[in-house]
């Protein structure tokens, strides 16, 4: 790694250096020194996270276990591989999926991570049950989408738990559940680690083991970063000395994280917004990541920013390498990391876990909980249980219907935004974004490339306009990763939550609600938390034609900027 900062944000990363290698804070988080931290209690407690720390050697030692794994999706003549998880479940094997791509003689690794109705169907069309392995993997087995996502695919698979695999920590729910449906296999996660510290866990290994990838190489890259991390010279501590970049640039103001990776290992980004916003989001103060927001000139940028430049060297892109000479030029902080070979990733999974837990020493929190997804869960869990009890959602009213779209918001948001039609109450809502502040689409709508590319597109007309960071997250998936900073992080947000009617709807075996619903519930849960915590926050709801009602918000919102 190696970094160009500005002198006075230099001053502040040399003071963090000094004092993590002369009071020996490197060898007292590797020995689970709390107070590094918040020296929390209960099941809080930070010394209660630290599994992480040991789980390249053991799973080193359990190598054997994955080549078992392997063997069973190759000769189960199984055409694909489909997993079923949320945030920490899923992330890290969506990026070994993109990273790596398919693998001969293996099945093609699949992820759903989203209730939208069209995604589940969209997965169903791609990976047919008859020839397909299922691996539901839940931390807890409580979890909502896991559990509705293999009540859905079970029943579709005949309910032959022989091509289903749990992955999930002893004792749990999906244990129970995975013993009476018959599963072929139980692979135990460790209860001492949080979902987003868990890529080099069973949560990231047995999806990479059954696409065929190389375990023992990826673990061996892993463990050479781990003892790399052992340094006590924070300077040279890889993972350290980033963590007290990130950390001490955020207490300077330079609190958005923005992320910039090569093509080749572009999807690393998505696992990377979880594990910093879900683990320093809180209390008012954190990172805030952004993810796949392209590079442009200096002078759209203001001064919150801080760039980490995870270059594939065999393979870099030219126009990232020019914008961020650029940037270096006019002064903007950033940080260069190398990956020479895709098998890197397993090192890369452990340096951003130490530095996320550095950081997290640096602004004083504690990078193991997250209390505000709990928050949403919750809201989520009484909406859908009116639903079962009803038969219905709340009755809700919108402030303002025009030009084919529903405005919704609380009363507190609702009295500071006007508007007769959507370009004048969307122009309302987006002259509240500030200097300093970010902007974040949040859609719960099917994430295709189409509508990443059309959401993004709207991203950049709203940063090249107002300077500021944005942020395109596709819900629920946000939910258990950048949700949490957004809620409990700095009160920096400015939040459009876009929702729309599905075209058609999916039942979901054994329940009155349907994944519609639920999506519906889960969105509603995650703007009712944003109002409680006093953010700002307005939703969009567009028709069935998800198409024209894009194109509509499009239109209003470039008549908003002009």
Known sequence: ?????????????????????????????????????????????????????????????????????????????????????????????????????????????????????????????????????????????????????????????????????????????????????????ICYGLPSIGGRFSALSNFGMVPGAAMGLDIPRLLARASEMVTACRESDAATNPGVSLGLSLGSLANQGRDKVTLVASPAIYDLGAWLEQLIAESTGKDGKGLIPVDREPLGPPDVYGQDRVFVYIRFTPLPDAHQEAAIAALEAAGQPVIHIAVHDPYDIGAEFFRWEMATAVAGSIIHINPFNQPDVEASKIKTRQLTDEYELKGSLPAETPILEADGLK?????????????????????????????????????????????????????????????????????????????????????????????????????????????????????????????ERGRRALRVHLPADLEAGLATLGKAIRTALA
């Not at 005949?158 to 749990?172: E, H, K, Q, V």
């Not at 007309?461 to 957004?486: E, I, M, W």
């Not at 999916?506 to 519906?520: D, E």
Request: charged share 25%; net charge negative; glycine share 10%.
């Open 1 to 185: 790694m190696t970094q160009n900062l500005p002198p006075e944000l230099a001053s502040a990363y040399d003071a963090a250096v000094t004092d993590w290698t002369t009071n020996a804070k490197v060898a007292r988080l590797w020995n689970q020194d709390a107070s590094l931290w918040t020296s929390a209690s209960g099941k809080d407690s930070e010394k209660e996270w630290m599994g992480w720390l040991g789980i390249v050697e053991d799973q080193t030692k359990a190598s054997a276990r994955f080549a078992e794994i392997a063997e069973l999706a190759r000769k189960g003549e199984f055409r694909n591989v489909v997993l079923l998880g949320m945030g920490g479940s899923s992330l890290c094997p969506e990026v070994l999926s993109f990273t790596f791509g398919p693998q001969p003689g293996f099945p093609v690794m699949h992820v759903l991570d989203s209730t939208d109705p069209a995604q589940v169907s969209a997965i169903e069309a791609a990976a047919d049950p008859k020839d397909s392995l299922y691996i539901v993997a839940s931390k807890s087995g409580t979890t909502l989408e896991p559990n509705i996502f293999k009540q859905y695919f079970f029943e579709r698979s005949g309910r032959d738990g022989s091509r289903f695999i749990a992955i999930t920590d002893p004792g749990s729910r999906m244990e129970k559940v995975a013993k009476a449906d018959g599963f072929k296999e």
């Open 407 to 531: 405005f919704f918001t609380d009363d507190k948001n609702a009295a500071k935004l006007k508007g007769a039609n959507a370009a004048e109450i969307l122009k309302s809502h987006l002259d509240r974004i500030g200097a300093g502040d970010y902007f974040a689409l949040l859609a719960y709508i099917q994430m295709t490339s189409a509508h990443e590319e059309t959401l993004g597109a709207l991203r950049l007309a709203v940063r090249n306009d107002k300077r500021v960071a944005t942020c395109l997250g596709f819900g629920p998936r946000f939910l258990h990763s950048t949700g949490q900073a957004y809620k409990g992080g700095p009160d920096s947000g400015v939040f459009l939550q876009v929702t729309c009617d599905d075209a058609r709807d999916l039942p979901i075996p054994g329940q009155k609600y349907t994944f519609g619903v639920v999506k519906a519930a889960q969105a509603r849960g995650d703007f009712g938390v944003l109002a």
